[in-house]
Each structure stands twice: as structure tokens, then as C-alpha cells.
């Protein structure tokens, strides 16, 4: 089997021999969506939004370097027809600018960049891609582009307001990271996340996960594997590819 590498990290065959963190966190929001995209590779309502794209941008100017590249690639969607960068992506140097003036935080990101790893959650082969080992200290950072930081965010899982890195499963991130990073090495680093914030004034900082939830993302990953050996799917019902699949009911009444 060809090596897994950051060029074909997500194609097709890769995700469909290992999980990923993101994979994971798209099962537990909808195992009908995630099957039709990983499984049947339906994937036409789930194409990279410019949140994504945004993210991205971000990391190719402050770890991979490779900006024209990705310039190159995603020009219609980061420039506009006069050929000046959209306004999102424009604020993406603004914030890398920030970066690149805070000695501490691009101490925490200079090191070892997009370190692939493989390993084994809950029986099941899972794949990482680690933003930085830092020379500076012992720790798995990963970069995060966040709008801002101070409010609670909507969790359709939770059912409920939640802090941020709660909202977007950024603790089951921290959690598959050192477990695989674990089972590489025998070491058990902290799992940071470097921020930095969207809005000006692009306030940056590192927050340290460490929570006890290997327990849901092992009930996940035994979910998987169980539609991947024959068991239906279930369906969120709120999803793109939920209601684009959706069949006309007459559903129970709301009210009388």
C-alpha cells in the first residue's frame, strides 16, 4: 500500500483505510452523511466551505510556505475578477502578520510541521496530521483560526450553549492526537492550541485540552464499524445531505 503523505493525506482510498479526527467528529454528527461521503463517496453537499479554505490559507502562509501553490489552486475562490485577494483571505495576511510579530507564539509553531502518524483508536486504524512539533517545548500545537473566543457557541451534540473548543471538538481532537502520538513514540505530550483570532485585534494565545472523553470517541468508532459491517445508518435528519436525500412524509403534528 502506497504511502500515506501530506498530498494524498485526503483522497479518497486514504480515508477509506483510516479514520481521521475529522472523519470521527462527521460520523458523530451524522452517521448517513458520513457514510454516503467516506463509504459511498457521495461527497457532491460536502464540498470545503471558505471557513475551511480560510484555515487552510492560514496554515500554507504561517507552517507549509507553499502559498502560491495554494493560491494557484483555489484562485476563484480567493480572488475577485480584478485579481485582488477577497476580503476574507486579505485579513488572513493581516492575521498572519500579527503572528509572525509575537516571538512566543511563532516559537510555539517553529519546529516539525504537518507530521503525519498512524495508529489504532478503538481497533480501528486512524490517521493524524500534526500542524507542529515545536522545537521550543515538548507539546503537539495545533493552529487554529477562530473568529472569536469569548462567547459560548451552539452544540447540536450538547444541546446547548459550550465553551468554543467544546462546540467544534477540538477536545477529541487533543485526545486521538496524543493517543496516536503515544502509540508512535511512548511519549504523551500536551495537545496546545495556538489561536489566533480573526477579528481585530487579532488577539493570540495557547490553550492546553486535556479532557477525559476517550469514551465517546471509542462508542464513535465502534459506530463506524458497525454501519461498515452492515448496519443502518442513522440519519441526523438536519443535514445537507439528510434533507437532499429526504423522501415526502406526512410527519406527526406539532400542535393541534
Known amino acids: 500500500m502506497a504511502k500515506i503523505t501530506q498530498k494524498n493525506y485526503h483522497e479518497g482510498w486514504v480515508a477509506s483505510k483510516y479514520l481521521s479526527?475529522?472523519?470521527?467528529?462527521?460520523?458523530?454528527?451524522?452517521?448517513?452523511?458520513?457514510?454516503?461521503?467516506?463509504?459511498?463517496?457521495?461527497s457532491k453537499w460536502d464540498g470545503?466551505?471558505?471557513?475551511?479554505?480560510?484555515?487552510?490559507?492560514?496554515?500554507?502562509?504561517?507552517?507549509?510556505?507553499?502559498?502560491?501553490?495554494?493560491?494557484?489552486a483555489n484562485r476563484e475562490k480567493l480572488?475577485?475578477?480584478?485579481?485582488?485577494?477577497?476580503?476574507?483571505?486579505?485579513?488572513?495576511?493581516?492575521?498572519?502578520?500579527?503572528?509572525?510579530?509575537?516571538?512566543?507564539?511563532m516559537?510555539?509553531?517553529?519546529?516539525?510541521?504537518?507530521?503525519i502518524m498512524q495508529g489504532v483508536i478503538a481497533g480501528t486504524?486512524?490517521?493524524?496530521?500534526?500542524?507542529?512539533?515545536?522545537?521550543?517545548?515538548?507539546?503537539?500545537?495545533?493552529?487554529k483560526k477562530m473568529a472569536r473566543t469569548d462567547k459560548k457557541v451552539w452544540s447540536d451534540r450538547e444541546g446547548g450553549m459550550v465553551e468554543w473548543w467544546r462546540a467544534y471538538g477540538y477536545h477529541w481532537q487533543a485526545a486521538i492526537y496524543r493517543e496516536i502520538y503515544r502509540q508512535?513514540?511512548?511519549?504523551?505530550?500536551?495537545?496546545?492550541?495556538a489561536?489566533?483570532?480573526?477579528?481585530?485585534?487579532?488577539?493570540?494565545?495557547?490553550?492546553?485540552?486535556?479532557v477525559d472523553c476517550m469514551h465517546e470517541i471509542e462508542s464513535v468508532v465502534d459506530n463506524i464499524r458497525q454501519v461498515r459491517q452492515g448496519r443502518e445508518p442513522r440519519r441526523c435528519g438536519s443535514c445537507k445531505w439528510c434533507k437532499a436525500s429526504s423522501v415526502f412524509e406526512i410527519r406527526d403534528p406539532e400542535y393541534i
Open 107 to 115: 516559537a510555539a509553531i517553529d519546529g516539525e510541521h504537518q507530521v
Open 48 to 72: 470545503p466551505s471558505e471557513a475551511m479554505l480560510l484555515g487552510s490559507y492560514l496554515d500554507e502562509t504561517l507552517l507549509s510556505g507553499d502559498v502560491a501553490a495554494f493560491e494557484e
Open 125 to 143: 486504524p486512524t490517521r493524524i496530521m500534526i500542524d507542529a512539533l515545536p522545537s521550543a517545548m515538548p507539546a503537539i500545537v495545533d493552529l
Open 21 to 42: 479526527c475529522t472523519q470521527i467528529k462527521s460520523w458523530a454528527e451524522c452517521e448517513a452523511s458520513a457514510h454516503a461521503k467516506y463509504t459511498l463517496g457521495e
Open 184 to 193: 508512535n513514540t511512548g511519549d504523551d505530550l500536551p495537545f496546545i492550541l
Open 79 to 105: 480572488f475577485t475578477l480584478s485579481g485582488s485577494l477577497r476580503a476574507g483571505f486579505d485579513r488572513i495576511n493581516d492575521m498572519a502578520e500579527r503572528c509572525n510579530a509575537d516571538p512566543r507564539f
Open 195 to 210: 489561536v489566533v483570532e480573526a477579528e481585530p485585534p487579532h488577539q493570540t494565545f495557547g490553550l492546553p485540552l486535556a
